[in-house]
């Protein structure tokens, strides 16, 4: 059964800092992998989707990686802003339906 | 294209009374999920359509859920009868091909 972490589970940086956040995975076998962002009380927007055959994908001060040998993806922002603050989920696409199986998330406040 | 769209929005209940979740994909998607949120457990997948088929209803936590998508515009998921456990936000995804996932606004739903 296919198992998601996320580390850290909360992240509070001053306005301007570059961060990384971490996700793991079980099992290799996976056909993309998506990073989520998630607003207090909202749905959840695609930020990007690695497929399983890319090492990385970008979109604007976003930047993910997709190491999948060793089961792992680091979203890297760059010059956070206090708008940035948000719930940040990993999700890996697996099975046969692809279907998601998501981290418990990092929750993300960008200091003014 | 307006999304994935999800009725209603807010539901509130009393325990033992029937709920109806409704989702409506984006246009020419052929996989449609529904989803849980809770803090105690994240994002579950309940249960996922092809073609409106079901294909895995694995995770629908008990014979008091079912869903149903009659064609390719519209899914519902029906609790009877609802319990205060329940209570979670639902949401509902579409993809095409299995690739990117695009979620709904979610129904949060609260049992009494």
């Known amino acids: 059964k296919q198992e998601v972490t996320q580390i850290p589970a909360a992240l509070s940086v001053p306005e301007g800092e570059n961060l990384v956040l971490n996700c793991s995975f079980t099992d290799s076998a996976i056909y993309n992998l998506q990073w989520f962002r998630q607003d207090p009380g909202k749905g959840l927007t695609s930020l990007l989707l690695i497929q399983s055959s890319q090492r990385e994908q970008t979109s604007g001060r976003l930047n993910a990686s997709l190491d999948k040998s060793s089961g792992r993806s680091t979203l890297y922002i760059a010059a956070s802003q206090p708008g940035d603050s948000a719930t940040y989920l990993c999700a890996v696409s697996s099975g046969s339906a692809r279907q998601l199986t998501f981290g418990s998330g990092t929750q993300l406040t960008v200091l003014p | 294209d307006a999304g994935v769209i999800q009725s209603p929005r807010h539901e509130v209940t009393e325990m033992g009374q029937e709920v109806t979740l409704r989702c409506k994909p984006i246009?020419?998607?052929?996989?449609?999920?529904?989803?849980?949120?809770?803090?105690?457990?994240?994002?579950?997948?309940?249960?996922?359509?092809?073609?409106?088929?079901?294909?895995d209803d694995s995770g629908?936590?008990?014979?008091?859920?079912?869903?149903?998508?009659?064609?390719?515009?519209?899914?519902?998921?029906?609790?009877?009868?609802?319990?205060?456990?329940?209570?979670?936000?639902?949401?509902?995804?579409?993809?095409?091909?299995?690739?990117?996932?695009?979620?709904?606004?979610?129904?949060?739903?609260?049992?009494?």
């Not at chain 2, 803090?39 to 079901?54: A, K």
């Not at chain 2, 209570?87 to 009494?112: H, I, M, N």
């Open chain 2, 27 to 55: 246009s020419g998607h052929d996989y449609l999920f529904w989803y849980r949120q809770t803090m105690m457990r994240g994002l579950e997948l309940l249960i996922y359509f092809n073609n409106n088929v079901p294909i």
């Open chain 2, 60 to 112: 629908m936590p008990e014979d008091r859920f079912s869903a149903k998508m009659p064609n390719a515009s519209f899914s519902t998921l029906k609790i009877q009868p609802s319990e205060p456990r329940d209570s979670a936000v639902y949401f509902c995804a579409s993809s095409f091909v299995s690739d990117e996932q695009y979620f709904g606004p979610g129904t949060r739903l609260t049992v009494t």
